[in-house]
């Protein structure tokens, strides 16, 4: 129960590590991103300012094609041996190219508005200026400058994140697990001392109550002369006496359920000699109730791995519940087959159901319905409990249908052990 516990803790409080590291990284690197791509910008600015100035008035415009804005280029340092890192374009007021220079490639459509652009294809990043002087505008400079370093600074930070991620994901799911473990261990001896207890008391209390019932039992072999109300007592003294006792049985069975299963001690079992059995037992209780028991195996080899007992009480729990809540003349249909690696039990019964809002609660120990609280009716709220326990015990899953005035499936699951 414990491991089961332990790793769904674990799983959360990993999960959450995961989202905080997740959203750290994500923030770090679009917070670092954002300022590479705002260090880019003002560089292309500058360039685009320095560039521009040669241009003192309307009539140097015309200059451009005698070459102008590549001596200023080849003045200015940012060109240098790399013509092929910046690219110049040069506009007139109407937006007809006029001039180019650099051999990186711009194939984005002139665009007037656009400030800020990016060319996808040769990785620059590009820059639209107007050139305006003494309140005319004369044309449109264009500057395209690669941002290779920018990009490859970003590909290593990513590089740098993913693995300062998992480093940190390691080295936090041996340190949860650590917590976890460590949070869980007095929860656990707790547990184990209650279950012990329970064990230990249920035992101890056996003999004084099968004493009672016993005494009783001898009373009334030698009633001659007792009287009715006497003899009413010693009956119901019996009665509770067998009650109390059903009940330790129970909760034996359930502490025993609850203790780790131990392959050792697994045998194959073959369904069909199981179920056999379990017919025999349930004949008498059956009949008194008028209920027809429907056996269905799909194959008559079927096999399954484990303690006779504890199969045998999960499956018998569930049938006697069927049973209990089955009107007279009605079925109960127990199917087994095999899907894929699973043993799977079905128990169907057309008694009076379970309503929506009481299902979540029908494992919960010593949990009855309103209708099963009769003394007629018998049973402590413990069946499907042990059924539940013994089902995790073997990593199986058990689930409910049910539908008020109608009936019951309950699907029982249990893992093919080799």
Not at 29 to 37: G, I, R
Not at 41 to 56: A, E, F, N, V
Request: with cysteine; net charge neutral.
């Amino acid at each position: 129960m414990f491991k089961t516990t332990t790793s769904k803790l674990f799983l959360k409080n990993f999960s959450v590590i995961v989202f905080l590291l997740s959203a750290f990284s994500l923030a770090v690197y679009l917070m670092v991103t954002h300022n590479v791509e705002n260090a880019d910008r003002q560089k292309l600015q500058s360039l685009s300012d320095i560039l521009m100035g040669p241009i003192d008035d309307p009539n140097e415009a015309e200059e451009i094609k005698n070459e102008l804005i590549p001596d200023v280029m080849q003045s200015h340092g940012f060109l240098g041996d790399n013509p092929d890192k910046i690219a110049l374009q040069w506009f007139d007021p109407k937006g007809q190219l006029l001039a180019t220079k650099g051999t990186a490639s711009i194939t984005i459509p002139f665009d007037a508005a656009a400030k800020f652009q990016r060319e996808k294809t040769s990785g620059l990043l590009l820059l639209t200026s107007p050139a305006v002087r003494d309140g005319v505008l004369i044309g449109y400079l264009r500057v395209g400058m690669k941002v290779c370093q920018s990009e490859k600074y970003k590909r290593g930070l990513i590089t740098s994140l993913l693995i300062g991620i998992t480093i940190s994901l390691a080295a936090s799911s041996f340190i949860v697990l650590f917590l976890v473990r460590q949070t869980l261990k007095p929860v656990e001896e707790s547990i184990q001392k209650l279950t012990d207890f329970t064990a230990d008391a249920s035992h101890e209390l056996k003999n004084p109550i099968m004493a009672i019932k016993s005494n009783g039992a001898v009373a009334l072999q030698y009633s001659n002369g007792m009287r009715e109300t006497d003899r009413t007592k010693f009956l119901a003294i019996i009665d509770a006496a067998e009650q109390i006792n059903v009940t330790m049985t129970d909760l034996l069975s359930l502490a025993e359920s609850e203790h780790e299963l131990l392959n050792d001690a697994l045998t194959f079992l073959k369904i069909v000699d199981l179920l056999d059995d379990l017919n025999a037992d349930l004949k008498e209780l059956s009949i008194a109730k008028s209920v027809e028991l429907k056996w269905i195996i799909t194959d008559g080899n079927l096999v399954i791995k484990g303690r006779e007992e504890d199969i045998k009480l999960a499956i018998g729990n569930v049938i006697k519940n069927a049973i209990q809540y089955s009107n007279p003349g009605q079925e109960v249909v127990i199917t087994c087959r095999n899907i894929g690696n699973k043993i799977v039990f079905e128990i169907t019964d057309h008694g009076i159901g379970i309503s929506e809002e009481d299902q979540p609660k029908v494992f919960d120990r010593f949990w009855r319905s309103n209708k099963a609280r009769t003394h007629t009716s018998g049973g402590n709220g413990l069946g499907l409990a042990i059924v539940q326990s013994i089902v995790k015990r073997y990593k199986g899953t058990i689930s409910i249908r049910s539908k008020l005035g109608e009936g019951t499936t309950f699907t029982i699951s249990i893992p093919e052990r080799r």
